[in-house]
């Protein structure tokens, strides 16, 4: 027990419980960016582990987020959406009717209802909670969010 009275020994622990935290946070908010977070802290762990200074662990946790978010967002959001990320695939969401959970006051997206799941949508006119809107497409930026036109 005395390997644990010292904060160095631990620290990796610790890095490892913010990991966890983070990878279970993208399972209750799925915006496809916390997860990179929970591994980024995973690495600083790992590092922690085998002795490297707290300055260092908290630069390794950045750069390592940073890095994965930059370098794996895009492709990884495309796959786990259900589409590839080298071929346009038809999409089933184009077309569906949906309901407007979150106030869509652009330029800012809200949210809407779609098969069960709360999905970020964009639309260029207001759009208020309860109202129908139609998916019209993904946006292009963020395969996890949509545009969608207001129905009349």
């Not at 707290?54 to 786990?80: E, G, H, N, P, Y």
Request: hydrophobic fraction near 55%.
């Amino acid at each position: 027990m005395d390997y644990f009275n010292s904060m160095e020994n631990i620290l990796w622990l610790i890095w490892l419980g913010i990991g966890v935290f983070f990878l279970v946070a993208e399972f209750v908010m799925p915006a496809f960016i916390v997860i990179f977070f929970g591994v980024g802290a995973i690495i600083a762990g790992i590092s922690a582990f085998f002795g490297v200074s707290l300055q260092m662990q908290v630069l390794i946790f950045v750069i390592a987020s940073l890095s994965l978010i930059l370098l794996l967002r895009k492709t990884m959001a495309a796959t786990f959406s259900g589409q590839s990320a080298s071929e346009e695939e038809t999409d089933t969401a184009i077309g569906a009717l949906c309901e407007v959970v979150e106030a869509i006051d652009p330029p800012q997206p809200g949210r809407i209802k779609y098969l069960g799941s709360f999905w970020s949508a964009q639309c260029d006119v207001p759009v208020a909670i309860g109202d129908m809107v139609r998916i019209s497409q993904r946006n292009p930026k963020d395969p996890n969010a949509f545009i969608v036109t207001k129905e009349h």
